[in-house]
């Protein structure tokens, strides 16, 4: 009887992580504030600022309204499906191959969630045509197992900034 009531959480929150199978909810960015991938990949807390999570293509300074080439890449050793979602705090996204953007937010989508080992996704982002101080990117990223539940995915978290 124990087990069954320790596990009804569980069952009542798995189809959370199932709901969203193409891609994570656009809310769901980690902006202070706003929930992450953590809220429906909940087993483990969420890994942050490992180098298992990079972005790369920031310049050391950001030059209004200048598009900028990134590189998004997750390593995680036994990944069979992996998916991100990215917010700046400004400027707007432009998709590459397997990513939508809304604004000033990109995802992967599902079309380029089978990906072992490695995931690696390219896409552009225009920096405001006011100059900024400092921009920040919210990065979340599941390394996932492929059973279409909440159990068994690595999130990996990260703040990323340029000035």
């Known amino acids: 009887m124990l087990c069954a009531m320790m596990l009804a959480p ?11 199978p193409g891609a994570a909810p656009w809310e769901a960015d980690g902006k202070p504030g706003r929930q992450s991938c953590e809220a429906c990949h909940f087993e483990a807390a969420p890994v942050k600022g490992s180098v ?9 300074k950001i030059e209004p309204g200048h598009v900028y080439e990134l590189t998004l890449t997750l390593r995680h050793a036994g990944m069979k499906v992996a998916g991100f979602l990215v917010s700046a705090m400004g400027g707007t996204f432009a998709g590459g191959e397997g990513v939508e953007v809304e604004g000033a ?15 690696i996704w390219r896409f552009s982002w225009r920096a405001p045509e006011k100059t900024l101080r400092e921009a920040a990117f919210f990065v979340s990223a599941n390394a996932g197992n492929d059973d279409q539940s909440p159990f068994g995915d690595t999130i990996y978290m990260d703040v990323v900034t340029a000035k």
């Open 10 to 20: 569980a069952i009542v929150l798995a189809p959370a992580a199932g709901a969203h």
């Open 52 to 60: 298992a999570l990079s972005l790369a293509g920031l310049p050391a």
């Open 105 to 119: 937010a990109a995802r992967s989508t599902l079309a380029r969630a089978k990906q072992a080992d490695v995931a």
